[in-house]
């Protein structure tokens, strides 16, 4: 377990330095104790962060989190050890910051520009009235040029017709030119950096799922799904610099606790893809094409109950017969037997009851006498089956399984001691209390001399 260097003033902060010294990474660990190394205002610098900077920053989130006019809210634990992992974890978040000697770093004070001095411009001179063309001919006309009488014009009148009006094709024409000569290229639009581009096309392929996106010791969700996952699930919403004019929002979730959320999530009714770094993704929850349909040996046991489906189907597996289902509990209800699970491969266990095969005659007899009908295979995947019905004449008398010269037990496990017993004694040794595990132990050692004392 890593060691922190960091200073504690509360209870609250000794809680959340307890909790980072836990689940912080050795990397995190490293960023918690060193800093990190940004680059600010030209300079490079050591960006360090402490307890008191997110008791500040945990305020601020708790602030987003509560209702409008409300003076208080509720945040549990697991949020805020979440606020604290990415508080220390996040880069672009500002704590402390020291010059590479150590001395804390001092941001220069913004310069203001003198503004130039006016200087008095006068007004430039105003164009002279356009001469007519008699005030140019007076104007050029020689002094001693002789005087020619005046010739009279005739008066000109505003009852010239004016130009025609352009027709409706002509005024068209006219405005797709000027359109056509006032269209500029389109701008280029930025594309994003090389991560965002990446997250981007795993979320265009699967459009109905929140893509997130393993980044370090985070899985990151992005834009608007990152809004709508922080909200269902409560957790702190920050930006990210994805190369554009405007942060993207962005919601990171720790490695270490990823399966919490993402499970969260799920039973939300949210559709999750988590990529690693290398792109390869997992959809949860599976499709349904894709979802398990149980263990190979499950299938076989289905596909048999199918082809009988007035039988109850047992299927040997090694040294018992094994019933799964709603047939074991049909099975195990009428001869009153234990009903356990087993793990199929499906989400839940499957309901199963099962017995040794040397009593399997027994409970056959036992199950048709009540009206029952078995189909028995010897192995999954064998294709032959005995039917046990009820109109069957089966073997009543129990088969004694004999372990030395006056010691034999019977088909329901039970040991009797021919020398002891007498009808009105109980039997020597009853095997009935034991689980299937020890009869199957039991089971192999038929035909051999055992100590039972």
């Known amino acids: 377990m890593p060691k922190l260097n960091l200073e504690t003033k509360d209870k609250a902060q000794e809680l959340i330095k307890a909790y980072l010294e836990t689940n912080a990474s050795d990397v995190l660990a490293q960023k918690i104790n060193e800093g990190v190394r940004i680059h600010k205002d030209g300079k490079t610098l050591v960006n360090k962060k402490t307890l008191d900077g997110f008791m500040v ?19 549990d634990d697991s949020t805020v050890y979440g606020w604290a992992i990415h508080y220390f974890e996040e880069d672009t978040v500002e704590g402390t910051l020291y010059n590479e000697d150590g001395a804390e770093y001092k ?29 140019l001919i007076e104007e050029q006309k020689p002094e001693n040029a002789p005087n020619v009488p005046e010739q009279k014009t005739e008066e000109v009148t505003n009852d010239t017709p004016p130009d025609e009006e352009l027709s409706a094709e002509e005024q068209r024409e006219i405005l797709e030119e000027i359109a056509a000569n006032d269209i500029e290229s389109p701008a280029v639009q930025p594309q994003g950096s090389p991560f965002y581009q990446r997250y981007m096309q795993i979320q265009n392929k699967y459009p109905d799922h929140i893509v997130a996106f393993k980044r370090g010791e985070f899985y990151e969700v992005l834009g608007k799904n990152a809004e709508w996952f922080a909200k269902e699930l409560s957790l702190p919403l920050s930006e990210r610099d994805c190369g554009f004019l405007e942060r993207v929002p962005m919601v990171g979730v720790p490695i270490h606790a990823v399966d919490i959320y993402i499970a969260k999530a799920v039973q939300k009714g949210l559709k999750i893809a988590v990529a690693d770094s290398l792109g390869e993704v997992k959809e949860l929850p599976k499709p349904a094409a894709e979802q398990s349909k149980g263990s190979s040996i499950y299938q076989q046991y289905m596909n048999a109950q199918s082809k009988y489906p007035d039988y109850i189907v047992a299927y040997r597996l090694g040294d018992f017969y094994e019933i799964f289902g709603e ?11 234990t009903l356990t699970g087993r793990d199929c491969g499906l989400p839940e266990r499957v309901p199963m009851v099962g017995f040794p095969c040397h009593a399997a005659n027994t409970y056959f007899v036992k199950a048709v006498n009540k009206g029952l009908k078995v189909a028995v295979f010897d192995s999954p995947g064998d294709n032959s089956i005995e039917l046990y019905e009820p109109k069957q004449a089966l073997p009543t008398e129990p088969e004694k399984h004999w372990i030395d010269e006056k010691t034999y037990i019977d088909d329901d496990g039970i040991v009797h001691d021919i020398e002891t ?33």
Request: hydrophobic share 40%; glycine share 2%.
């Open 57 to 75: 920053y945990a305020a601020d989130e708790a602030k987003k989190t509560a209702d409008k006019e409300a003076n208080s809210a509720y945040i």
């Open 107 to 135: 941001p220069p004070k913004p310069v203001t520009p003198a503004k130039p001095a006016t200087t008095y411009t006068p007004p430039a001179p105003k164009p002279k009235p356009q001469m007519s063309l008699f005030e």
């Open 327 to 337: 047939k074991a509990k049909q099975f195990a209800c009428e001869l009153d037997l």
């Open 421 to 453: 017993e007498t009808e009105e004694t109980a039997p020597a040794f009853d095997m009935s209390a034991f689980d299937t595990e020890a009869l199957a132990m039991l089971d192999e050692l038929f035909g051999e001399i055992i100590d039972l004392r």
